[in-house]
C-alpha cells in the first residue's frame, strides 16, 4: 500500500465538512499484473455521487514542472485504467488552494488539465474545507 498524502486527513475532514462520506480508503485497482492505487472513495447520498479522488500537494518540489507531469500522467494512467475495468465513477485530483492558485493557474498546467479533461477539488487545508470543485 502507498505512502499517504500529507494532505490525506486534511482532504477527509473537508469532505466530511461538505456533507461527504468516506466510503474507502485506498481503492486497489487490478489490471493484469499491474496493482494500482486511488486515495479516496467518497459519497454524497443527497445528491446520488460516487467519486474517487487522489490527493496530492504540490509542495517542497524542486521542479514544479516534473511534479506536474508525474501528476498528470498518474491522472491519465488512473483515468485509462477506470475507463478499461468500466468503472463510471468521476476521478478527481484534491489540491490545496495555494497549489491551484500557483502552478495548476499557470497556462501550461491549463492547457493539460484541458487536454486530459482533469477534475479538480480544491481544498483549504488551515480551515479544512472545500474551497471549489472543478469539473
Same mark, same amino acid.
Given at each position: ?5 500529507? $494532505? ?9 465538512? *461538505? %456533507?461527504?462520506? #468516506? !466510503?474507502?480508503? +485506498? ?15 467518497? /459519497?454524497? !447520498? /443527497?445528491?446520488?455521487?460516487? #467519486?474517487?479522488? =487522489?490527493?496530492? *500537494?504540490? @509542495?517542497?518540489?524542486? /521542479?514544479?514542472? =516534473?511534479?506536474?507531469? @508525474?501528476?498528470? %500522467?498518474? $491522472?491519465?494512467?488512473? +483515468?485509462?485504467?477506470?475507463?478499461? &475495468?468500466?468503472? @463510471? #465513477?468521476? &476521478? $478527481? ?6 497549489? $491551484?492558485? *500557483?502552478? &495548476?493557474?499557470?497556462?501550461? /498546467? +491549463? !492547457?493539460?488539465? +484541458? ?10 487545508? &488551515?480551515? =479544512? !474545507? #472545500? ?5
Amino acid at each position: 500500500m502507498p505512502a499517504r498524502d500529507r $494532505y490525506h486527513n486534511v482532504v477527509i475532514r473537508a469532505l466530511k465538512k *461538505g %456533507g461527504w462520506a #468516506i !466510503e474507502a480508503e +485506498q481503492i486497489y485497482l487490478v489490471l493484469a499484473e499491474r496493482h494500482l492505487w486511488i486515495d479516496l472513495r467518497a /459519497s454524497k !447520498e /443527497s445528491e446520488n455521487r460516487v #467519486i474517487l479522488i =487522489e490527493i496530492k *500537494g504540490f @509542495e517542497n518540489t524542486p /521542479s514544479p514542472i =516534473e511534479y506536474l507531469a @508525474e501528476v498528470m %500522467g498518474k $491522472y491519465v494512467l488512473y +483515468q485509462t485504467v477506470l475507463d478499461y &475495468l468500466n468503472i @463510471e #465513477i468521476p &476521478l $478527481y485530483l484534491a489540491v490545496p488552494v495555494a497549489a $491551484y492558485k *500557483g502552478i &495548476l493557474n499557470e497556462t501550461i /498546467s +491549463q !492547457e493539460v488539465a +484541458q487536454r486530459v479533461n482533469a477534475r479538480f477539488m480544491i481544498f483549504d487545508p &488551515l480551515l =479544512e !474545507e #472545500i474551497v471549489e470543485w472543478i469539473h
